[in-house]
């Protein structure tokens, strides 16, 4: 029998456990339930209409309520509900292998599924040792990554990120990973100590140039012969949206190949079309070596991910009795497999990558207008994934203190949002933000709608410092 609203608002508060959720918040209110969705929208338990302004989580490309991906469930449910890819195969997997093989650049020509994005990087760092290991450099071991990147919650995941605050409950935490700067060029003064201050293409370039060259300094302070591998996103998400400067992955590309380190591509947001192209490197122009991905995948219809390797990572298992020692459970469920396929079809016959490249100029510059209020700095981000940075004075870019930040981006920025209709985050995570990353479905009508939202929760959130 179905629960009704005070036995659900009941039933959550006594059992449900959420995930990054500051459950005394809910003491003296209400947790929103979330019953349906249809197209870019989503529905609470008591009727609220509100436009799914962060995909689910950086998820949702396809929009809610698609049959297709159900009925596609469906039918794999009555086919073969489950079999692991431990020793077997199963059709799905293999043909949705297949074809992710197809459309990743370069020799990304493996494909090991997961169960999620956090696993997917477990899964790269671990073949990165191991291979290292078969290959006759055993000492190559450690990772490089970028301050304020997210990779995970995994313990392996979790050592890679780059955010304090998330690991320090955690501690001791895998050895090895380090932290080189990102590419927040808004920020690109204060990251670099004042050596450089982005005001045009060439010094955005310079900046690109410098922020690269930290990862060759930390793997000769490191010896190049302990690092195996640099993890970046191609967008990095945690902070707020930075993509790279130009000429960033070239060099970053260049660097890895001069020091035998691989190059992995956690697009566990960026790939399946959320920056316009099938993967990030297409966008900026680079092939790594192993691209970490999940979330769009299935538009989160099922759960499912992937870590795509080169070839030649893979060639060291081709020897007699040499295994991968690593698996999941419900990695390349055959029903996900069978959903991401059809995902993968929506993508093709509603021409989705082409609805990205043709719109995202629009939804920057409407995102663009919100720079008129004065709590506004910086609008950034690529495709369909965008951050909108919060400061307290937009000359000097101070950004809020600690006590502003749960006042006024906790306190109030973000269930103001909801209350006037969108779904998005408020974060910060490294300066305060709003991070937008809607589904690849909409266009200019609810480019509009988002901004005209924000606007009225920004103009009210400036008057409160």
């Not at 966008?283 to 299935?298: N, Q």
Request: with cysteine; aromatic share 10%.
């Amino acid at each position: 029998m179905a629960l009704d609203y005070d036995q659900m608002q009941r039933a959550a508060k006594d059992h449900l456990w959420m995930h990054f959720t500051r459950h005394s918040t809910y003491a003296e209110s209400d947790v929103p339930i979330i019953v349906k969705g249809e197209g870019a929208y989503i529905w609470d338990a008591t009727g609220k209409k509100v436009l799914d302004g962060l995909a689910g989580l950086f998820v949702n490309q396809v929009g809610h309520g698609r049959t297709e991906l159900a009925e596609a469930a469906a039918r794999q449910t009555q086919q073969l509900a489950f079999h692991p890819l431990w020793s077997y195969a199963h059709p799905t997997a293999i043909e949705l292998a297949d074809r992710l093989a197809d459309a990743a650049p370069g020799d990304l020509d493996r494909v090991f599924f997961t169960s999620g994005g956090g696993e997917a990087v477990e899964s790269a760092w671990k073949l990165a040792k191991n291979y290292f290991k078969l290959t006759g450099k055993p000492g190559k071991h450690k990772v490089i990554s970028r301050a304020i990147a997210y990779h995970g919650t995994t313990q392996g995941a979790l050592s890679i990120t780059g955010i304090p605050g998330l690991k320090a409950p955690f501690e001791p935490l895998v050895p090895s990973t380090f932290r080189v700067p990102n590419t927040n060029v808004y920020r690109a003064e204060e990251i670099t100590g004042g050596l450089l201050d982005v005001t045009d293409a060439a010094s955005e370039l310079a900046f690109g140039r410098w922020a690269a060259d930290q990862i060759e300094i930390a793997i000769l302070n490191e010896g190049a012969d302990t690092v195996a591998a640099v993890f970046l996103e191609p967008v990095q998400n945690a902070g707020g949206c930075f993509p790279p400067p130009a000429g960033y992955w070239q060099r970053v590309r260049e660097i890895c190949d001069a020091y035998d380190v691989l190059l992995v591509s956690d697009e566990v947001i960026c790939a399946y079309g959320r920056l316009g192209t099938m993967f990030g490197g297409e966008k900026f122009d680079y092939v790594p070596d192993i691209v970490t991905s999940a979330k769009g995948l299935t538009s989160g219809y099922s759960p499912l991910g992937a870590m795509i390797a080169s070839e030649r990572l893979f060639e060291p298992f081709k020897e007699s009795g040499e295994v991968f020692y690593h698996g999941y459970t419900f990695g390349g469920h055959p029903v996900s497999c069978a959903v991401a396929l059809a995902n993968l079809d929506l993508f093709e016959s509603e021409g989705l990558l082409a609805n990205v490249t043709e719109n995202e100029t629009a939804f920057h510059a409407t995102l663009s207008k919100l720079r008129d209020i004065p709590i506004v700095g910086d609008v950034r981000g690529s495709g369909y994934f965008y951050g909108i940075e919060l400061v307290r004075d937009q000359a000097t870019k101070e950004t809020f203190t600690e006590e502003e930040c749960e006042r006024i981006l906790y306190g109030y920025v973000s269930k103001a949002l909801w209350d006037e209709g969108l779904y998005c985050r408020a974060d910060d995570r490294g300066d305060p933000v709003i991070q937008l990353s809607p589904p690849l479905i909409i266009g200019q009508r609810e480019f509009d709608e988002i901004e005209s939202i924000l606007r009225v929760v920004l103009e009210k959130a400036s008057t409160m410092l």
